[in-house]
């Protein structure tokens, strides 16, 4: 895929930086010297771990650049370092894991959280949010459109690069020998947009990339054309003509 665009992100940025305000609010941490926001994108959600804590070293890493830049022009006090999750190791004595919408990218991401959790000093906390959207028409929709149209090979290995987050029973089984105290949830958000249009610009800035970047200029309109209509059916009106886009999330805090 092409690089996130910060820009595109952060059309939405109340709406998506919700989530983070509702994960921190549990964090059980009166003080912390060392936070990570693993996938931090534009510092939207570092910022509210930098205000919670203004005395921490706070770190943010992500994979893209475009983000990386938003967030250290943001936030010049905080560092923020390109790296990959997947490979990358926490510092010793690193108080919270902070990590909003990340690991459902992540390939084998229980067994992330594993490693992430077991690297925590006692005391240490991993706080994570995924959207568990798959299931939704939002994202129902880019897999239909996928393979109906003159794109369906091209789009064939790129249109699922989600699975399915496992049942919360299997995070339990995962984590919960590793630390004292776990939490997990689910929330559903029903955000307030102004039309279906909205919804379309919501995901183009995340599950809609895999879609329609490998696609030249003529065919992503053509897709977009086509998932605009089916969105526009899907979510229908309220009375003032606005929709709600369903949003269910699922949320972790695990204690070391």
């Given at each position: 895929m092409a690089d996130w665009s910060a820009e595109q992100y952060l059309k939405f940025e109340d709406e998506r930086t919700r989530p983070s305000r509702d994960l921190l609010a549990q964090v059980p941490l009166a003080d912390a010297r060392r936070v990570v926001d693993i996938g931090?994108?534009?510092?939207?959600?570092?910022?509210?771990?930098?205000?919670?804590?203004?005395?921490a070293a706070v770190t943010g890493i992500d994979t893209s650049a475009d983000m990386l830049r938003q967030a250290r022009e943001r936030l010049p006090a905080c560092t923020f370092v390109e790296a990959n999750v997947a490979h990358w190791v926490p510092t010793e004595n690193t108080d919270l894991l902070f990590a909003n919408a990340i690991f459902q990218w992540v390939p084998g991401h229980l067994r992330q959280l594993q490693r992430l959790l077991g690297a925590l000093p006692p005391g240490g906390v991993l706080a994570v949010q995924m959207p568990d959207n798959l299931d939704e028409p939002?994202?129902?929709?880019?897999?239909?459109?996928?393979?109906?149209?003159?794109?369906?090979?091209?789009?064939?290995?790129?249109?699922?690069?989600?699975?399915t987050l496992p049942k919360p029973g299997a995070y339990y089984e995962a984590l919960s020998p590793l630390c004292t105290r776990l939490e997990i949830w689910h929330t559903i958000y029903n955000h307030v947009l102004e039309d279906a249009v909205a919804i379309v610009e919501w995901v183009k800035g995340t599950g809609l990339r895999p879609f329609v970047d490998p696609l030249e200029p003529p065919e992503r309109k053509?897709?977009?054309?086509?998932?605009?209509?089916?969105i526009a059916a899907s979510y229908l009106p309220q009375a003032d003509g606005k929709v709600l886009l369903r949003f269910p999330r699922f949320f972790i805090v695990a204690v070391k």
């Open positions: 931090c994108g534009p510092g939207n959600s570092t910022e509210l771990l930098a205000r919670r804590w203004p005395q939002s994202h129902l929709l880019m897999r239909e459109v996928a393979h109906l149209g003159p794109w369906r090979k091209q789009l064939a290995d790129k249109a699922r690069v989600r699975d053509q897709y977009l054309a086509e998932y605009t209509a089916r």
